[in-house]
């Protein structure tokens, strides 16, 4: 049986000065003689050996002529042992920004696999931070901040910015794994107009299709379960000017919010400013746009017409609700949820025939 070569993976970095003095040693040749030889003051070799000077890609090159050892060596031991230096820096410095992380949900982004369980505090930041795509909390600041600005109504980012961030990042990170055309105002309107008629089959059945039709449109569909203190249903932005994205919670895990929170969305996208992050959650200010995107969803789901016929003969049985919902061609749980949300039924009433949602 083969033996399994395993590569050789060092957990501590040398310094270059360290090698350089031992090849000295080997060849008996001082620290002098070997600046002559380079054309270097003894000085600079000096400080070489004891890490207070950079190898640089010159002098490399003349330690390679004299030493026969490559210039690619060199300037990898120099690279390794400056990059170290600098890592050793960043823990030290990112101590001071611990608090940072308290506004954020780290047991659910690990268990969301945002990130592996980080072996420190200051490991914490660090993982954080790449999770976000910035370097710095700076620039943390500087990307997720600009999102309060574009949506100062949102109750949800003045309770917990941590918890909303964190979830508009996962969200962007799934977008990112799809692949999207450039987005076409007229291929978004047939997409949505044919996507009607899935509302009488199952949400979770449909679903990859949903995000099939979205994408050859140019939008994003991404499913995000909520991270705590956020409360939001959904979210409508623009993560480049041709590409769009329509973020998902499914909080209240019934088809019908589903279904409704999808179109709302998608007015957002095909009715209002690029500019914009449009917030579905409970406790946000009622804009103009918000307004029209609960029109938009009511009336592309149901018919107002035919709905106000329905509502008028005041007959809201199982078997009636199932027969107008064939009828108008939509779920019997959106019909159910249109009832109840206008005050036609009770709360408690039909919820039989709504589809319940549940994350696998």
Known sequence: MAAKLVPFQPNYVTR????????????????????????????????????KAAI?????????????????????????????????????SLARFLPWTEQFPVKDLLRHGAFEDPASETDLVGKLLAFFGVGT????????????????????????????????????????????????????????????????????DVHPELVERFAAAGVALVLVPELPKTHVSGVSRWLAKDRALIQMSLRHKTGDHAWFTLFHEAAHVLLHSKKGVYIDEPNGERTDEEEE????????????????????????????????????????????????????????????????????
Not at 59 to 67: G, H, K, P
């Open 16 to 51: 270059p000065g360290e090698v350089l003095e031992s090849h000295l040693e080997a060849r008996g040749m001082t620290k002098a003689e070997f600046a002559n030889r380079c054309g270097r003051p003894l000085k600079t070799i000096s400080e070489i050996v004891r890490g």
């Open 56 to 92: 640089t890609p010159e002098t490399a090159i003349q330690f390679e002529r004299v030493l026969g050892v490559p210039a690619t060596l060199w300037l990898a031991l120099e690279s390794r042992y400056r990059l170290d230096l600098a890592e050793r820096a960043e823990r030290a």
């Open 137 to 204: 909390v700076d620039g943390w600041e500087e990307t997720f901040g600009t999102l309060r600005v574009a949506y100062r109504r949102s109750a949800a980012f003045a309770a917990s910015p941590g918890s909303m961030t964190a979830w508009l990042r996962l969200g962007e990170l799934a977008a990112d794994a799809l692949t999207c055309a450039p987005y076409e105002k007229r291929a978004f309107k047939e997409a949505l107009a044919g996507c009607r008629t899935l509302t009488e089959r199952p949400f979770v």
């Open 293 to 360: 995107a609960d029109r938009f969803a009511r009336d592309l789901l149901i018919p107002p017409g035919t709905f106000s016929s329905f509502v008028h003969a005041g007959e809201f049985s199982e078997t009636a609700v199932r027969r107008f919902a064939a009828n108008v061609g939509v779920a019997p749980g959106i019909v159910v949820g249109r009832l109840q949300h206008e005050g036609h039924v009770p709360f408690a009433a039909l919820n039989r025939l709504k589809e319940r949602l549940t994350w696998a």
